[in-house]
């Protein structure tokens, strides 16, 4: 599974559409997405504060049963790889959703049913 947090308006504009796509699809060509391990320092980083997001579990499956590439890719910041999906993503490949926000002390953390890991600042 991959993993992508969204803005509520790409989440909103997908239930119109059918498909989730984001402003990263636009500039640089892809969706930014994160494997389980790396959801909790993505959000931390990138969503600081943020209390109106939420979370997209995707099969990765079904995006390759779609004709949708994804390919994981260097990121030297993060000294990771990081999967890359090249297209919209089809609502059907989309398996479950959570709100993300972090909690009262401004730590994200996962939903209880994807993993007991605690969450980081």
Not at 36 to 50: C, F, K, P, V
Request: overall charge negative; glycine content about 6%.
């Amino acid at each position: 599974m991959l993993y992508r947090i969204a803005e509520p308006a790409d989440w909103q504009q997908a239930q119109t559409t059918g498909f989730f796509a984001s402003a990263d699809l636009a500039a640089e060509g892809f969706i930014h997405s994160s494997e389980q391990h790396q959801i909790l320092e993505t959000a931390s980083r990138y969503y600081a504060g943020r209390t109106d997001l939420m979370l997209l579990e995707w099969d990765e499956a079904a995006l390759v049963a779609a004709s949708v590439r994804v390919e994981r890719e260097w990121v030297e910041s993060r000294q990771q790889h990081f999967a890359h999906v090249f297209g919209p993503v089809p609502l059907a490949a989309v398996r479950r959703i959570w709100p993300c926000a972090p909690d009262a002390n401004g730590a994200f953390q996962l939903p209880s049913d994807l993993s007991g890991e605690v969450g980081i600042r």
